[in-house]
C-alpha cells in the first residue's frame, strides 16, 4: 500500500488490519436532505451528514481526524459520522449487513472492493469526476468496470520480503533471485544462530497476504485469467503447480521462523525482531513500516520480491485506501465535495501519505517520511519489476474464500491436515470465489 518514480501497494491484499473506533460526529446537523448546498455553511438547516463505513488497516487508524479537520475549513458543513472497523475480519461482514439495510454514504475500502461490490451495483459512478483526474491513471485502471470508474484509489503499499541490510551485510548474503539462492541465505543465517525469517500468522490476514503474493509470481502473471478458468472447472488448486508452491512456501516460512510462537506473535512484536535483529527476513508489505521505524528510526531495511519457481519474480503493490459512495444515496453532490478535497487538498494528501507510510495515488505528492526501502523499490520499478497484486485480488474475493484458505493452510503448516487436503479444500469452495 510515494516517494516513488511509478504509481504504486499491499497484498494484495491485505495490509496489516485492525479494529478501530472513530469519533462520530453526534452535533445536531439539521435536514440532511439539502446536500445541494452543501457549500454554503450559513444555515443549521443547510448542513449534511454522511455516514461513513471505513475499513482500516493498521496505518489507516487516525486519518479520519486529518480528513475532518480539512473538511471544517472549506465545508463547515459537511459533517463526517464514522464507522470505523478492521478491513480484515468486519468490513465485509458489515457491508453484507448494510446491503440488507441500506448502505452508508461513503465506503472506505480496497480497491479490490470497488470490483466486488460495483459489479454489483451498489457504487456510484465517478466518471467524469474532476477529482477522478487528480488519481493516477495506473490507479484508476483497477476500479473501473465496463469503462466507468467507481472508486478514488488514494494511496498504495508495496508487499515483498522485507531484510535486515545489517545481517545481510554481516553475513555476506546475496538478494536470492531464486529458491536456490533463497535456501543458501536460510542456511547461511540458521548456521550463525538467527532465524531466517520473522512471521506471525496470529492473524488470519496474514496469511492470506504472503499467499496471495506467492501465487501472483507463480499463478496469476504466467495465466492472468486463471481465477476465471478456475470458476470454469478447467483449473484446480490441488493439481496447479503455481498454486501449491504456493501453499508449500508458507510452510517453508513456518519452518524457518518460530514456529512454537508464530500463531501466538503480535505483528508489532514480529516486526520488533526483525529491526532488533533477531530474524533476517520478513515477508509483509509496507504497513510494517510504521513498526520498523517506531522501534528504530534508523532502521536499514531493503525490500525485495519472494523467489517464485522461474526466478523472474516481481516486486508487487497494491492499491489499499479507495474511496466509494452509494449509488443511492441522497448526498451525492455533498459526497463529490467530500472527495474533491480529499483529491486536491495537497496538504492533507502529505499528512495522510506520511503518517501511513504509504505511496501516493494522488498526483503531484510526494511524502517526506524515511524509507530505506525506497532505493530497493525505484531499482525494480527502473527495471519494469513491479506487478499490481490485485491481479490475484480481484478474481478471488477475500472474505469466503482466501481468508477460508488461510485458515486451512494454518492447519497444513502445524501438519495438522495434509498439503493436497487443503488444496481440496479450496476446491470445494470454488462457488464462493467471486462476489455474487
Not at 519474480?313 to 478535497?341: C, G, R, T, W
Amino acid at each position: 500500500m510515494k516517494r516513488f518514480s511509478v504509481p504504486l501497494a499491499a497484498a494484495g491484499m491485505m495490509a496489516a488490519l485492525v479494529m478501530v473506533s472513530c469519533a462520530k460526529n453526534t452535533e445536531n446537523t439539521g435536514n440532511q436532505s439539502n446536500s445541494g448546498n452543501a457549500s454554503s455553511p450559513s444555515a443549521k438547516s443547510e448542513q449534511v451528514v454522511l455516514r461513513v463505513l471505513a475499513g482500516q488497516s493498521t496505518t489507516d487508524a487516525g486519518i479520519e481526524k486529518m480528513i475532518d479537520a480539512a473538511l471544517a475549513k472549506k465545508y463547515p458543513n459537511i459533517k463526517l459520522d464514522w464507522e470505523c472497523v478492521g478491513w480484515g475480519e468486519d468490513f465485509q461482514p458489515k457491508m453484507q449487513v448494510y446491503i440488507q439495510t441500506g448502505l452508508p454514504d461513503i465506503m472506505i475500502g480496497k480497491a479490490q472492493d470497488v470490483t466486488t461490490y460495483g459489479s454489483q451495483g451498489l457504487l456510484g459512478d465517478m466518471t467524469g469526476k474532476s477529482y477522478i483526474n487528480e488519481v493516477l491513471p495506473a490507479a484508476n485502471e483497477g476500479v473501473t468496470i465496463n469503462g466507468k470508474v467507481y472508486g478514488l484509489t488514494y494511496n498504495a503499499l508495496y508487499q515483498g520480503v522485507y531484510f535486515n541490510r545489517a545481517l545481510f551485510d554481516k553475513y555476506n548474503v546475496k538478494i536470492p533471485q531464486t529458491l536456490a539462492e533463497l535456501d543458501t541465505a536460510i542456511a547461511t543465517f540458521k548456521k550463525n544462530g538467527v532465524q531466517p525469517f520473522a512471521t506471525h500468522f496470529l492473524d488470519t490476514w496474514s496469511i492470506g497476504n504472503i499467499t496471495m503474493q506467492f501465487a501472483v509470481n507463480d499463478v496469476f502473471r504466467d495465466n492472468p485469467t486463471w481465477g476465471d478458468e478456475f470458476r470454469a472447472g478447467n483449473k484446480s488448486f490441488v493439481s496447479d503447480p503455481g498454486y501449491r508452491a504456493a501453499y508449500e512456501y508458507c510452510k517453508l516460512i513456518y519452518d524457518n521462523t518460530w514456529s512454537d510462537e508464530t500463531f501466538s506473535l503480535e505483528q508489532t512484536a514480529c516486526d520488533a525482531r526483525l529491526v532488533q535483529g533477531e530474524a533476517a527476513m520478513k515477508v509483509s508489505g509496507s504497513w510494517s513500516i510504521q513498526n520498523f521505524l517506531d522501534i528504530d528510526d534508523k532502521f536499514e531495511f531493503g525490500i525485495f520480491p519472494f523467489p517464485n519457481k522461474k526466478g523472474d519474480s516481481k516486486l508487487l503493490f497494491e492499491p489499499n485506501i479507495a474511496f466509494m459512495k452509494s449509488a443511492k444515496s441522497p448526498n451525492q453532490d455533498a459526497i463529490d465535495k467530500v472527495f474533491e478535497l480529499i483529491a486536491t487538498d495537497k496538504e492533507l494528501a502529505l499528512e495522510i501519505y506520511n503518517f501511513t507510510k504509504t505511496a501516493p495515488m494522488i498526483k503531484g505528492v510526494t511524502p517526506t517520511f524515511p524509507n530505506p526501502s525506497q532505493k530497493d523499490i525505484d531499482a525494480y520499478a527502473a527495471k519494469d519489476m513491479i506487478q499490481d497484486v490485485n491481479l490475484g485480488n480481484n478474481q478471488l474475493q477475500w472474505g469466503g474464500f482466501q481468508e477460508e484458505n488461510a485458515k486451512d493452510i494454518a492447519e497444513y503448516v502445524q501438519g495438522k491436515i495434509t498439503l493436497d487436503t487443503a488444496l481440496k479444500a479450496a476446491d470445494a469452495r470454488r462457488a464462493a470465489s467471486k462476489a455474487q
